[in-house]
């Protein structure tokens, strides 16, 4: 298996990116293909991938991906330009209005898939719709899950809740047959495992997923430092300490794509690299766009 890695993505790239690179093939037994070109910054219009950031790591990345010159691309740079390039050159599914990015995270219970996570912050009811059975057909394929709970974020419970796009994405989903929904999903009610597929547009979605990776860092912080004395309590703050860390649980994909585009986080380090690569591997494994088509079709 061949994994395309955006080499000048992300904050501390191309040093951290090369080390993750160097840990994948040394423990997922994949290759890796440093992908090199012009840096794309972080800060730049996303549409500048299509002319003025052409020859970006980044921009290359995706046409290698899209000409098959690679089973999966990873890249820690500027979200908008990656949703933007992807759909240019890898392309939507067919049948998928909007791509958008889902990520996995730890709950009380089982892991939730969370999106859109950033790629789209202004959406339409049919678009939040789409990503509800984008988010459902993933959570079937990555958790094994098979009939997903499908929760909408919104400021509660109640149906009449929310703004006018919350009450007519509510409309739509309740009528889509394609979903198991189970209704509106207070924010507070995801890390008790409330629902396995959370539902927003890009702006709440990624609002959400900073707040949930803040929290995470906090509650490490708080409890090594009131039990690290304590070697009986060492198992139990490491094992806890691995599920709340966001490096661990790999990258976000971008779902209804015609390939496996892998987002890891902006401040990535050779450890979030490598589970970003882990998760494309398990993504092309898995065969993730394929089951995307077939749902589509």
């Known amino acids: ?13 191309p040093h951290e990116v090369i080390k993750g690179a160097r840990l994948a093939e040394q423990k997922l037994g994949v290759s890796i293909v440093l992908v090199d070109g012009d840096q794309l910054p972080m800060d730049a219009d996303p549409t500048g991938i299509l002319k003025q950031y052409k020859d970006s790591s980044m921009a290359v990345g995706l046409r290698m991906l899209a000409e098959g010159r690679g089973d999966a691309f990873v890249s820690a740079g500027n979200t908008g330009a990656l949703l933007v390039g992807a759909t240019i050159w890898v ?122 990776e803040g929290m995470g860092a906090m509650m490490k912080q708080q409890l090594v430092s009131r039990f690290a004395w304590n070697p009986l309590a060492w198992p139990s703050l490491l094992g806890l300490r691995k599920q709340l860390d966001y490096k661990n649980h790999g990258g976000a994909p971008l779902l209804g794509l015609r390939g496996v585009v892998i987002k890891a986080h902006g401040s990535s380090d050779a450890a979030a690299v490598y589970h970003a690569i882990r998760q494309a591997k398990a993504c092309v494994e898995n065969g993730m766009v394929d089951i995307m088509k077939g749902a589509f079709s």
């Open 1 to 13: 298996m061949t994994i395309l890695l955006d080499t000048h993505g992300g904050d501390h790239a």
């Open 91 to 212: 392309k939507r599914v067919r049948g998928v209005r909007r791509p958008c990015i889902a990520a996995i995270l730890p709950t009380a219970t089982s892991p939730v898939v969370l999106l859109d996570c950033g790629a789209n912050a202004d959406c339409t009811a049919e678009m939040l719709d789409g990503f509800a059975q984008l988010g459902s057909v993933y959570a079937k394929s990555a958790l094994g899950l098979n009939n997903p709970r499908v929760g909408l974020i919104n400021n509660g419970t109640e149906e009449i809740k929310g703004d006018k796009l919350r009450q007519e994405t509510h409309a739509l989903l309740r009528e889509n047959a394609h979903i198991n929904f189970v209704g509106n999903m207070e924010a507070r009610e995801i890390p008790a495992g409330g629902c396995d597929v959370a539902v927003t547009d890009g702006f709440t979605g990624n609002v959400v997923l900073k707040l949930y």
